[in-house]
Antibody, heavy 120, light 107 residues
Framework: EVQLVESGGGLVQPGGSLRLSCAASGFTFSSYWMSWVRQAPGKGLEWVANIKQDGSEKYYVDSVKGRFTISRDNAKNSLYLQMNSLRAEDTAVYYC?????????????WGQGTLVTVSS | SYELTQPLSVSVALGQTARITCGGNNIGSKNVHWYQQKPGQAPVLVIYRDSNRPSGIPERFSGSNSGNTATLTISRAQAGDEADYYCQVWDSSPNWVFGGGTKLTVL
């Protein structure tokens, strides 16, 4: 059974940093592109970042470029999102998702999400 | 950047057919995916590449895509189908784009 479990969310002040993790199991993690998708409170879904199987390609939504970094450790079956210079508008539930087929998708499995709140 | 337009809400009587649309410029040339999200839960893929159902998704869920509109159709709607539904495509920016979501109410 495919499982994705996020962790690392919490309350952080504007300008602060946070690192999210996603532990994957039930599939060959190193064979799939992976993504982060977020959802602000009461709002819709927004793709944040993607990373290729070996980490050699990474893509970001414009609003997080230069502030967020996606990475992965295939030996640990883990995906990460380093978030720096956080803003109030980054407040959201962050989901880890597997990409079934690149580039067209879909995101076929999702974790339960971890909440990031940026507030003073 | 590419935009997807969904109605904010759709209502359907119990047992009837609901249709949720997703509009985009020449969306018929793209692969459209649909996700269901119930309150407090993660999204679940219900249709991929326009009209394909993942295993475990009832046959009541179907999809089509042509011209400037993709459609998710839910036949014999049940109370358990009440949820938010999102369409999604890949745009060559590269960018993975979601529609704004549609709240389905089963009356």
């Amino acid at each position: 059974e495919v499982q994705l479990v996020e962790s690392g969310g919490g309350l952080v002040q504007p300008g602060g940093s946070l690192r999210l993790s996603c532990a994957a199991s039930g599939f060959t993690f190193s064979s799939y592109w992976m993504s982060w998708v977020r959802q602000a409170p009461g709002k819709g879904l927004e793709w944040v970042a993607n990373i290729k199987q070996d980490g050699s390609e990474k893509y970001y939504v414009d609003s997080v470029k230069g502030r967020f970094t996606i990475s992965r450790d295939n030996a640990k079956n883990s995906l990460y999102l380093q978030m720096n210079s956080l803003r109030a508008e980054d407040t959201a539930v962050y989901y880890c998702a597997r990409v079934l087929r690149v580039p067209v998708g879909p995101f076929d499995y999702w974790g339960q999400g971890t909440l990031v709140t940026v507030s003073s | 950047s590419y935009e997807l337009t969904q109605p904010l809400s759709v209502s359907v009587a119990l047992g009837q057919t609901a249709r949720i649309t997703c509009g985009g410029n020449n969306i018929g040339s793209k692969n459209v995916h649909w996700y269901q999200q119930k309150p407090g839960q993660a999204p679940v893929l219900v249709i991929y590449r326009d009209s394909n159902r993942p295993s475990g998704i009832p046959e009541r869920f179907s999809g089509s895509n042509s011209g400037n509109t993709a459609t998710l159709t839910i036949s014999r709607a049940q109370a358990g189908d009440e949820a938010d539904y999102y369409c999604q495509v890949w745009d060559s920016s590269p960018n993975w784009v979601f529609g704004g979501g549609t709240k389905l109410t089963v009356l």
